[in-house]
C-alpha cells in the first residue's frame, strides 16, 4: 500500500494491476488533502492508512482504477466504503456530483496518463 503526493505513470499503474486483479486497481482518494493512496487488496485498508496518516474519513472515497481503459471507463466509483448515510451517500458510489468531479481532479492530477 502507499500514498500518492506526487504523480504515478499509467504504466505503474499497470504494473501493480497485474500484481493484484489483473486489470483493476483499487484506490482511495482524500478530496480535502488531495491524495490516492492505492494497492490493496481492499479500500477498508486504504482507508485506514490514510486515516494513520492525518485524513479524516468524511474526505475519503474508494475508487478503481483500469489503466487500460479510456475515458469516464478510467475511474470506476464503487466501494463498500463509500455507503454513508450520515453524508447523505447512500450506495457504493459517489452520489454527489461536485465530490465526483473533485474525485476525477484529483486522479487527473495524480496519475499521469
Same mark, same amino acid.
Given at each position: +500500500?502507499?500514498?500518492?503526493?506526487g #504523480?504515478?505513470t499509467? &504504466?505503474e499503474?499497470?504494473? $501493480?494491476?497485474?500484481?493484484?486483479?489483473?486489470? +483493476?486497481?483499487k484506490?482511495? #482518494?482524500? #478530496? /480535502?488533502? &488531495?491524495?490516492?493512496a492505492?494497492?490493496? &487488496?481492499?479500500?477498508?485498508? *486504504? /482507508?485506514? *492508512?490514510? @486515516?494513520?496518516?492525518? =485524513?479524516? !474519513?468524511? =474526505?475519503l472515497?474508494? @475508487?478503481?482504477?483500469?489503466?487500460d *481503459?479510456?475515458?469516464?471507463?478510467? $475511474? /470506476?466509483?464503487? =466501494?463498500? $466504503?463509500? +455507503?454513508?448515510? =450520515? !453524508?447523505g451517500? +447512500?450506495?457504493?458510489g459517489?452520489?454527489?456530483e461536485?465530490v465526483r !468531479?473533485? $474525485?476525477i &481532479?484529483?486522479?487527473?492530477?495524480r #496519475?499521469?496518463?
Amino acid at each position: +500500500m502507499q500514498i500518492v503526493k506526487g #504523480v504515478i505513470t499509467i &504504466e505503474e499503474l499497470r504494473k $501493480i494491476a497485474a500484481c493484484t486483479f489483473g486489470d +483493476m486497481v483499487k484506490a482511495v #482518494v482524500d #478530496v /480535502e488533502r &488531495e491524495l490516492v493512496a492505492f494497492d490493496a &487488496e481492499l479500500h477498508s485498508d *486504504l /482507508e485506514a *492508512l490514510l @486515516i494513520e496518516n492525518g =485524513s479524516k !474519513q468524511k =474526505s475519503l472515497w474508494g @475508487i478503481n482504477f483500469y489503466p487500460d *481503459l479510456q475515458g469516464d471507463d478510467f $475511474i /470506476e466509483f464503487d =466501494s463498500m $466504503i463509500n +455507503m454513508r448515510p =450520515s !453524508q447523505g451517500n +447512500m450506495s457504493r458510489g459517489v452520489d454527489d456530483e461536485k465530490v465526483r !468531479q473533485k $474525485i476525477i &481532479e484529483i486522479a487527473n492530477k495524480r #496519475v499521469k496518463r
